[in-house]
């Protein structure tokens, strides 16, 4: 199981993921009521691509995942320069 522990003031919000990838949330300290909540995958480090044709087949491959009904979330770690 894996555990997140966010403080946001006097707001205490715990993620808690087992190993079937099902989420727990838990918080204390809100009065208000949490309409949305989500987890993301946010990248460590950032890739660069300069090359036209990486950038090319890049695109193509997350284009091409994101059209998948299958798929719900596309996560990747590139960045293209200017």
Same mark, same amino acid.
């Given at each position: !199981?894996?555990?997140?522990?966010?403080?946001? =003031?006097?707001?205490?919000? $715990? @993620? %808690?993921?087992?190993?079937?990838?099902?989420?727990?949330?838990? @918080?204390? =300290?809100?009065?208000?009521?949490? $309409? !949305?909540?989500?987890?993301?995958?946010?990248?460590?480090? !950032?890739?660069?691509?300069?090359?036209?044709?990486?950038? %090319?087949? !890049?695109?193509?491959?997350?284009?091409?995942? +994101?059209?998948?009904?299958?798929?719900?979330?596309? @996560?990747?770690?590139?960045?293209?320069? +200017?």
């Amino acid at each position: !199981m894996i555990n997140f522990v966010f403080f946001i =003031g006097k707001v205490k919000l $715990a @993620y %808690k993921i087992d190993t079937r990838n099902s989420v727990l949330l838990d @918080y204390t =300290g809100l009065s208000e009521t949490i $309409a !949305m909540s989500e987890l993301r995958y946010l990248p460590q480090t !950032m890739t660069e691509l300069t090359e036209p044709g990486d950038i %090319k087949s !890049m695109q193509k491959l997350v284009d091409l995942l +994101e059209e998948d009904d299958d798929v719900q979330n596309v @996560y990747h770690n590139w960045e293209e320069t +200017e």
